[in-house]
């Protein structure tokens, strides 16, 4: 097989302005490529942006200067991430549930074992139960 064109990889020539934010940069002219640049939603609309290396200050960059390709790549980052976020999320509201099932099963063992306590009203003001163990222990150590 034979290369028949190389194609170049894409630059852009970028200022930093410190548009990101509106707070001025230091016109410094920097050659950026692909992995200077990263994407982020606002407002639900994607916008790409790179971080000056000389003062810190965010750079948005006009989509329109980004070739397509690219700005497909940097969107599959954000997709990703929010993919793993969601994961993160469910994952987190399964374990929560696990607990609930688990405390509403030891609450009604102690039901079982001490019908005369109302251990449902007591976990409707977790403050209350706290207080009353803290007088119980308090007694315990006279």
């Not at 707070?23 to 002219?29: A, F, L």
């Not at 942006?49 to 790549?73: A, F, M, R, S, T």
């Not at 074992?113 to 315990?140: G, S, Y």
Request: with cysteine; glycine share 2%.
């Amino acid at each position: 097989m034979k290369i028949v064109n190389v194609s170049e990889d894409w630059h852009l020539e970028a200022t930093c302005e410190g548009n990101f934010h509106h707070d001025g940069g230091c016109t410094s002219t920097f050659l950026l490529s692909e992995s200077d640049i990263y994407p982020k939603l606002y407002l639900s609309e994607p916008i790409f942006y790179w971080v000056c290396p000389k003062c810190g200050h965010l750079n948005i960059i006009p989509n329109e200067q980004i070739p397509k390709y690219i700005q497909n790549d940097l969107l599959l980052l954000i997709n990703c991430r929010w993919t793993i976020w969601e994961e993160v999320k469910l994952e987190s509201f399964r374990i929560q549930i696990e607990n609930l099932k688990r405390l509403k099963r030891i609450a009604e063992e102690e039901m079982k074992e001490h019908p005369d306590i109302d251990l449902l009203e007591k976990l409707k003001d977790p403050t209350k139960m706290v207080k009353e163990n803290i007088k119980k222990l308090d007694k315990i150590k006279k």
